[in-house]
């Protein structure tokens, strides 16, 4: 339940943040009026980051989800790609707003991270699935 509260609030910290920041990047230092991967970036954090580790809180309080063999697995591949994708966002979006095209490298590392965010799912619902029938 603490790696998930403190996960939770990690992500809170970085959504509002990043909120910010792109808030007075984007619109104030750089005038930028276009649609950039750093307007998504404060509704990715929040809701993938934080409102997913407060769901998955009460799911520990119901299920006990720690308790499964591959909770680990789904936590560390979830937060792992999650991470990856946020600085992705940044990085794309920054390039965005600079009037560059991001590379084929870098929206296939973008890609990556989708793909590590699903593979942690996917040991989610194999968490879910063992904690279901456990307490069942």
Known sequence: MKKLYTAALIYMIAGLSAGF??????????????????????????????????????LEKTLQISKARRFNLFFWHYNGGLAMMIVMMTVIGVMQVQGREPSEMI??????SHIIITVGLGFLFNVLHERIHASS
């Open 21 to 58: 920041a792109v808030r007075i990047y984007v619109d104030q230092i750089m005038k930028y009026e276009g649609e950039t991967h750093l307007r998504l970036l404060h509704f990715h954090i929040l809701v993938l980051g934080m409102i997913m580790m407060l769901v998955l809180m009460a």
């Open 107 to 112: 929206n296939g590392i973008s890609g990556l």
